[in-house]
């Protein structure tokens, strides 16, 4: 575990390393970063990590190119409580992007700044690219609509904190299934660790059919697909809720018509178990009433809280794992086909034109950019 | 001493320790933060409080939805003196916020991150809502026009520092004293104090007479209302100065014709005692010449570097007093009114309105407004 | 050494100290801020000079009067490798400057928050100004296109530290020297320490005579002017290329005839020595082909790493040479000149009308400006 791009990247050892390191910080730990660190040390050496130093005064850059308070926050709150420090930006119009600068040789540089790297970028395929022309480790907070793997991580933790495992759960992911890359990567990781996903959307907002089927694959079952969450709602170990975004309809009309269709409220929740936990990325807006807040089983909070501890955990796994190197290299892997120019208007390749076009293999056939991970268009046409 | 929401939270005993901390921090402490936590300790195990890690390794979150550097700076000042770390954000365009979250939201998630709140809101009342949604003690850092309880704090240090004593000073309070609740706030606490506030303003921007009336009240004396400060500048100890704010005034010609009225200069101080001091909020436009920097009765710098020993003295004294206690359970008080809208347009229950209205009870009769304090406009005519 | 404003404030010997002791933290130091100090007081124990804490908690402000990642980030990066606290902004639309609050005050008041103040200002003589009002040392990280001392500080060490020595070193000079003023400040250091530059060029783009002059004063030799690389490069030990910058013309056709016209790239750096490095202040943009990147001659990122220890040097021997004592008195020199105004546009009096005019007599007759050494524009036309 050099960097962290996607949660495909994490094997389901390093799943329960981090989410066992974690729930010791969150039991044990504290706002004492001398107490946390010697807890991780005592964990890694459980382990057969030796680590001394881990995150103590290393530095950690942030580089949000697109705002995410939250996110930002809690990685700073994370590397403070293991008594590192941060440096680093919120805003790209106050960064040297302004002045055209590639995003390679921003990441070279700070690379020589800082001893572990945190990015968010609105291109998809960004925090893959950093990682690459980093030597000190890269973690993904967020590259476009793409993939967010911390937050799969405290997702996943939640789950297993707040009901003791997740093999054999019944999770309902509820909302917007079709654009939401938060559920696709959570479908994936629960069906990975043996949970059962359950999807309640509308049927213009489904699940996309590579993540049934990746789910199908992985557990036997393909998950159960539903428009109400009343029909799935007293099974359930968990109700994984999510924001329909404005900003994905090109129709207006059709949003209004979807906006509100999903409100967990006192009311819907009498039909669910008593130990039903109810989570949700946040921000929320309309999904979830605030007369909810105060019942028990509303664990989003709670959840938002757990991205310290599950990011304290990661930050040290990955000190822990690290061997510096020098300059890194630049894009390994497959060899450039220049012929061909990935389509997704998103992938970080369109904005980067220095990046060498190359598209990875793919098991069923096919291929995909090596960036974004999206296939070709024409190809998606045929395959659907 | 929770949060410090207004200086009315403060009793006068508060008010005393806090200046005696401060004055303790900025005479014998300096740039080492384990010095200055000793001093703190030492004052605090003085009046019976124990307290071992006060601020070190603390992390504070300073929230500024609207920018203001000087105050944002010297809380982050404040805490790495005590050893402590800082994360937030400056201006809430790089927030959730630009993604409809409540502020009721913002708050219980990021007090899982830190261990006190800093917030400055543009809206009256965000502070209090901030403290009710929190479990980390909050400060409030400006909410509006309406509090900001820690300039003064360090408005009354100042006085006491510079001059030994609060009671029986004679203050002139220059300037808007309509629309600066600087002000409204410092005249209450010199009259708490047993100094005398003495009124210098034009006919249009006297003092409001519901402050007029709690100085008589708790001072005996109605504090006299001049409008050219020459009037009573021989007999002031200090001279308080305040910006006429343009953006206050509908008509551009009424602003003209008050904007420069005050300007105090080499000159109109020969006619004050030398030991009469200047003070100011700042940031200064006109009111105060550079002329004057150099007199050594101009204190308006000074003022400005006391606010990291009362800001730091303050933090401890608030970590020395907090219990944390899980995620606070959100608005107390008295029942809703749903009957009922608050109608002051800066209210925070007109941008957040999961808030339910409340009023409270006056003690001379009416009501006003839980979160803002502000009286319904109808009350507030049949009053004047 | 008390501020930094420009690299003429610096002697011979305090480049070498800055130099020797940046080596000694590239090479010894690393991610423990207790080692980096201790290899910082030896240092300096070597040279006579005590230092018990340098930057240790120390707090430094940075104050980004306008956007440079790669500078803020560097001198944070260098503050906490020190175990120093930095708090500050990026951005004034996040500050009071936006209430009208002058330079002066800003700084005033920031220095009784802070041990030492990194300034970046959009007008020239910011720094200066500063420097005048704090009584914590000021480090200019650019004022304006004027000065940016430590960016000639890191390109001089760089070619010490990839060369072995300075003296005697031929370094071209390539790209925009007219506007470029890192060259200028670049050219002087070179020639101070015995290096001959030699400057490329186009014809329009020129080297500034006075800086000519003074490299012929100062090594006897008029560095020479070429237009094409290739007529120099087989005879350089280094490359210094600058961006051509598009804000600077004001007749676009005259930009485009002139962009790309040096583009280094694997085939030109054919012609060099198999020593001759590659420097480039960063952000590139067309100017070095990533092609080059992989060449081990490729110095630029390496040059852009040694501003963290460069930095942390500047730091270390600031601290050890500054005795805190009071507020600064303000701007100190030669007797305010009513009777003229500076007339250079970007000049710091422009905007900050409380500032007494003044003129500084040159060697050579003529005056200049003494906040941003302009020349008035009729002696300039005379001179020329």
Chains 1, 2, 3 share one sequence.
Request: with cysteine; proline share 7%.
């Amino acid at each position: 575990m050099r960097s962290l791009v996607s949660v495909q990247d994490l094997t389901n050892d390093d799943l329960l390393r981090v989410f066992e390191l974690a729930a010791r910080l969150a039991d044990e730990g504290g706002v004492e970063p001398r107490r946390n660190l010697a807890i991780a040390q005592e964990s890694l050496a459980a382990i057969g990590i030796s680590a001394d130093a881990l995150a103590l005064d290393r530095v950690m850059a942030t580089l949000f190119f697109e705002p995410s308070t939250r996110t930002r926050l809690s990685f700073e709150a994370a590397m403070h409580r293991l008594g590192g420090r941060v440096l680093g930006f919120s805003d790209s119009r106050t960064s040297s992007v302004s002045k055209g600068e590639t995003l390679a040789d921003t990441i070279r540089i700070v690379n020589g700044y800082s001893d572990i790297i945190v990015i968010r970028h609105p291109l998809e395929g960004a925090a893959h690219v950093a990682s690459c022309f980093s030597d000190a480790p890269v973690i993904n907070a967020g590259d476009g609509g793409r993939e967010h793997p911390t937050q799969c991580l405290l997702d996943l933790f939640t789950l297993r904190r707040e009901l003791g495992h997740i093999a054999g759960l019944k999770v309902g992911l509820c909302g917007d299934l079709k654009y939401g890359r938060t559920v696709h990567s959570l479908a994936q990781g629960l069906a990975r660790l043996g949970a059962e996903p359950i999807c309640i959307a509308p049927a213009t907002l489904r699940m996309p059919a590579h993540i049934l089927d990746f789910v199908q694959e992985t557990t036997g079952t393909r998950p159960p697909e539903v428009e109400r969450p009343e029909e799935v709602l007293p099974d359930l170990n968990a109700l994984y809720v999510t924001r329909i975004q404005q900003e994905r309809f090109e129709d207006p009309a059709e949003y209004e018509a979807l906006r509100g269709i999903y409100v967990v409220d006192p009311e819907l929740m009498r039909r669910a178990s008593k130990d039903c936990i109810v989570m949700h990325p946040l921000p929320r807006v309309d999904e979830i009433s605030p007369a909810f807040d105060s019942d028990p089983r509303a664990a989003y909070f709670r959840q938002g809280h757990n991205g310290v501890p599950v990011r304290m955990a990661l930050v040290c796994l990955m000190f822990a794992a690290v061997e510096p190197a020098g300059i890194a290299p630049g894009i390994p892997g497959a060899a450039a086909d220049p012929g061909r120019e990935c389509d997704n208007p998103r992938c970080i390749t369109r904005a980067e034109r220095y990046l060498p076009q190359r598209f990875d293999p793919l098991p069923y056939g096919g291929i995909r950019c090596a960036y974004c991970e999206a296939r070709p268009a024409q190809q998606e046409l045929r395959l659907s």
